[in-house]
């Protein structure tokens, strides 16, 4: 396949490869997907670059022991992923990416999860009826 | 229209038309896209009915602010819509609804966004650091 053949891959071809390739315990391949400056919204806040989003994303691979694809779709330019996922702490943790392909690398990924379940098992926070009594 | 067109629309028209007509302040109007038997897994847990429903996101479109469709793509059976809220407390509050629709009304959704910011706002999680010194 020539370069011309697999920079026109679509948004969402992209999107489903960086997922499938991380999802198999593949992380650094999946970074094949990733631009290098890449643009990051995350819940906790922006991110930018791709070793920034290696830390944050690689190190949530690593502890994840299932995935699951629920839906995704997409065009040329853009797409939406939502997907399960199962960590020894949070035996479900859907996440959500809009992401934007160019050149057949992600160049920006909104991404949403729900931090609460992670931030409760990694004592960030606690719950405040555990200070009633 | 007749009954016969309208309940043909796809599902990404039937989830456009819910999330337009709750972010106009007009919740009690979207629920007429809302199946009566519909099954919504939030991530606070699963919860059934029209009613539930109601008092679940009804609730919550009451605070909103202002909406920002981010990305909506769907086909005739399901739709995955993303957006942005803002709300008294949250000033930016992502969901993600994968919904599913027969004859013209959402039986299914999954619903995903961040309850961190909504707990630490509302009290019911604290800092595990407020507690250290």
Known sequence: MNESVKTSRGALDI???YHRTWSQ???DRAMAYIAPDIAVQTPAGPLQGGEAFRGFM???AATVEATELLA???DDARALVLYDTRTPDVPSAPGAELVTVRDGRITTMRILFDQLPFALAAGEVVPATAHVE
Request: hydrophobic share 60%; charged share 10%.
């Open 72 to 74: 995704a779709y997409g």
């Open 58 to 60: 690689g190190q949530f």
């Open 15 to 17: 999107a489903l490869a």
């Open 25 to 27: 315990d593949a992380f």
